[in-house]
């Protein structure tokens, strides 16, 4: 079975069960599900499941992606950016639009493998 680099949208044991396979794997684990107050994906990144922090240059990476995404909400949507965090061990972020859930979760994850190998 080939790993996933996130999960969207699924039940808790699939998320926990995913959890699981992240730190066996020493991989980020990510997810992303629906808010349904706005319908746009809020997006976790836990690193406690594998053996890498995110240092200062990943961060501000990170912070210039979500930019990205926050200007393209506000000009392509009537709902507003719901917010983000930013640290060495999680990153959440809340809004992502659902044309680019599937792309924002890939390049966190895409981000951090480089420095896991």
């Known amino acids: ?5 996130y999960l969207g949208d699924s039940k808790m044991f699939e998320y926990d069960k995913h959890y699981r396979e992240c730190q066996q794997e020493n991989r980020p684990f990510i997810k992303a599900k629906t808010n349904p107050l706005h319908n746009n994906y809020f997006i976790q990144m ?3 499941t594998c053996n ?3 240092s200062k240059n990943d961060q501000e990476k990170l912070e210039k992606l979500i930019q990205s995404e926050i200007e393209y909400v506000k000009s392509n949507s009537n ?3 719901q917010g983000f965090s930013i640290d060495k061990e999680l990153v959440w ?5 659902s044309e680019h859930a599937d792309s924002f979760c890939i390049s966190l994850y ?3 493998h480089k420095n896991l190998n």
């Open 52 to 54: 890498y922090e995110l």
């Open 79 to 81: 709902h507003d950016f």
């Open 110 to 112: 895409d981000l951090t």
């Open 46 to 48: 836990d690193m406690m």
């Open 1 to 5: 079975m080939a790993f996933h680099k």
């Open 93 to 97: 972020v809340d809004g992502v639009s």
